[in-house]
């Protein structure tokens, strides 16, 4: 009988342990379809206001209450584009990398990374841009060569992008509000690589969406938020394991 009921409790524990798992799982973030020709403006047309909705709150190296700041984040596909709308609060707004496969990250800076799988394979679809839409855009390789990353910076893809500022750029004499940057990516960008798992209903990615945030108008101090939660012991944000899924929805 001692025996019996130890065995349970083992039998107990194992099964919390095992719910607790399933609950640090965030469900699939859901994009949802649009259902009229997208504007991209960065303004939340209507069907923006029919999709999910999730905020970044997985912050790293905040040092001061301003490095705390709210920003939203959703998703559309169509049958020739996903969407991806940043909507971010910020009292200091930082703009300065102006090139192409710059540095725009050491700005306020909107950053999404896709896999077009339902699995977190060794690459990803990288797109980071600033405020003034400087786009370092790239394909990048966990573990390519000798343990160590790539990144193929020569992928240049064509795609539209705007943004919307309130506030002064660089200018920390004033406080802001904020900004938007709205982003449609083609699916002929994934043309090859999409028939694992196609852009339908039902479907999945493995993906990851980061807002970098620049407070300072000089310097290259950087704080940034996560959509989905980064290892604590090894932060990177190009780890495949830390991302998360979309799943596309009608
Ligand atoms: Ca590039
Ligand atoms: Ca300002
Ligand atoms: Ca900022």
New binding site residues.
């Given amino acids: 009988m001692h025996f019996r009921l130890h065995f349970v409790s083992i039998v107990y524990v194992v099964l919390l342990a095992s719910l607790g798992l399933a609950a640090a799982t965030p469900p699939a973030f859901k994009v949802s379809q649009a259902s009229q020709p997208i504007q991209v403006d960065g303004k939340l047309d209507a069907d923006w206001e029919k999709t999910e909705v999730r905020t970044f709150d997985f912050y790293r190296r905040d040092e001061s209450p301003s490095d705390r700041q709210k920003s939203k984040f959703r998703m559309l596909w169509d049958a020739d584009n996903l969407y991806v709308f940043f909507e971010c609060s910020d009292r200091?707004?930082t703009a300065r990398e102006t090139e192409r496969d710059g540095q725009p990250y050491f700005d306020d800076c909107a950053e999404i990374f896709l896999i077009p799988a339902n699995a977190q394979l060794d690459m990803h679809y990288g797109f980071e841009l600033n405020l003034y839409m400087a786009s370092n855009d790239f394909i990048f390789l966990n573990n390519f060569h000798e343990g160590k990353h790539a990144l193929i910076k020569s992928y240049d893809p064509e795609f539209d992008v705007a943004v919307t500022i309130e506030?002064?750029?660089n200018?920390?004499s004033?406080e802001?509000t904020g900004w938007t940057m709205e982003l449609a990516i083609p699916l002929k960008l994934f043309n090859g690589i999409d028939s694992f798992s196609p852009v339908a209903p039902g479907n999945r990615w493995a993906f990851q969406a980061i807002r970098q945030d620049r407070n300072d108008a000089t310097g290259n101090r950087r704080s940034w938020s996560t959509l989905f939660e980064l290892d604590p012991d090894h932060p990177n944000v190009h780890e495949p394991e830390d991302f998360g899924f979309l799943e596309f929805v009608e």
């Fill in positions: 200091f707004i506030g002064t750029l200018d920390n004033d802001d």
